[in-house]
């Protein structure tokens, strides 16, 4: 079966701080993979997605950006932190399925980022 | 353009009281996947369930039931019979058939809190 880390599950960082959060998928190859971040609110915001090795798409503007090192590997970065970067970082998975079709995404723990 | 809406923002219930989760999608497509994700305090998303817009038949599991109308454009979810254990934000989440757009739209979510 498949399984979804992600690390640290909580951080406290200093305004102007660098970031990296990891996210590793296990019992598959070549999947999907997302970073989505939750702001207070609750609404889901996806940051970035990648299809595969070293292929990053990113959603909005902003201070972070992500890598994709190895296959099941998709970290997030951030070189100076924001306190608006403060949230719920989500990293979600799902199958490199058939261009016809829309695979489920799953969703790892989360890491929980207070930026002060 | 995609959007989901949950009109709900906050339900509150006593157990063993049955509750719906509105979600109103649109969308262009003619192929598009609708899904329910629950989030319990502990942040992690849990996938519910998933339905293509060709299958309009309604599904049941256990407590839970899901009425897909495409007429009305609605995926509304019902708990039946309540329980503690069932508090948490629920999303409702519309995805695009395949090709380069892996997005999912999720509505804002609705926060059900079941009281003893």
């Known amino acids: 079966s498949q399984t979804i880390h992600q690390w640290p599950a909580t951080l406290v960082q200093p305004v102007g701080s660098p970031l990296s959060l990891e996210c590793t998928v296990e019992?598959?190859?070549?999947?999907?993979l997302y970073w989505y971040r939750q702001a207070a609110g609750r609404g889901l915001q996806l940051l970035f997605y990648?299809?595969?090795?070293?292929?990053i798409s990113s959603e909005v503007p902003q201070n972070l950006s992500a890598s994709r090192p190895q296959d099941r590997q998709f970290i997030l970065s951030s070189k100076k932190l924001l306190l608006s970067d403060s949230g719920f970082y989500l990293c979600?998975?799902?199958?490199?399925?058939?261009?016809?079709?829309?695979?489920?995404?799953?969703f790892g723990p989360g890491t929980r980022l207070t930026v002060l | 353009a995609q959007k989901v809406t949950q009109a709900q923002t906050e339900i509150s219930v006593v157990e063993k009281e049955d509750v719906t989760l509105d979600c109103v999608y649109e969308?262009?497509?003619?192929?598009?996947?609708l899904f329910w994700y629950k989030q319990p305090p502990s942040g992690e998303l849990v996938f519910l369930i998933r339905?293509?817009?060709?299958?309009?038949q309604n599904e049941i599991s256990g407590r839970y039931s899901w009425n897909f109308q495409k007429s009305t454009s609605s995926f509304n979810f019902t708990i039946t019979a309540s329980q503690v254990v069932d508090s948490a934000v629920y999303f409702c989440?519309?995805?695009?058939?395949?090709?380069?757009?892996?997005?999912?739209?999720f509505g804002k979510g609705t926060l059900l809190t079941v009281n003893p």
């Open positions: 979600a998975w799902d199958r490199d399925t058939s261009l016809t079709i829309t695979d489920t995404q799953y």
């Open positions: 019992g598959t190859s070549n999947p999907n």
């Open positions: 990648s299809v595969g090795i070293g292929q």
């Open positions: 969308t262009r497509d003619t192929t598009y996947y």
């Open positions: 339905r293509n817009s060709f299958d309009e």
């Open positions: 989440a519309l995805g695009r058939s395949g090709g380069s757009n892996y997005k999912l739209t």
